[in-house]
């Protein structure tokens, strides 16, 4: 594939035995993660589209899991959204209690699913905006 022969592509929902089976004793140098990107909506079930609590949970608890399974230094690659509450950047305020460098990052969209959020009514929830985020991170150091 592309001339990669190191190369191993796991896929399993992020809090369950099938992810955990996935590892074996190596650790990962790189893991790659396209969440949900989207707050659940009140009365919805969708769990292939929710993040949970203003989007976020499930890209956390992914962070928590490579965080568990990445070499020390190793890469994460990902979009997630930034859900912007009284002013303040719910997204980067998680990262900064979490072992992660940001090491790279792009806002690719600063009012992301912005008609969605008016019609589920995002507001009520306290979020002004959504931003959507590509992010290089990189696990501290022990």
Known sequence: MQGLNNVKFESAYIGTSEAEKCLDQSHWDIAVFNPPLAVPCVGLKQGHRDGGKLGL???????????????????????????????????????????????????????????????????????????????????KKS
């Open 57 to 139: 949970e499930i890209p956390l608890k992914f962070l928590d899991f490579a965080e568990k399974h990445l070499r020390t230094s190793g890469d994460v690659f990902c979009l997630m959204t930034n859900p912007i509450v009284r002013g303040r950047s719910e997204l980067f305020d998680a990262l900064s209690r979490r072992p992660w460098t940001v090491v790279g990052k792009k806002c690719l969209n600063d009012n992301f699913n912005g008609t969605i959020a008016r019609k589920e009514g995002y507001q009520d929830l306290g979020i002004q905006k959504i931003e959507l985020w590509f992010l290089h991170l990189k696990r």
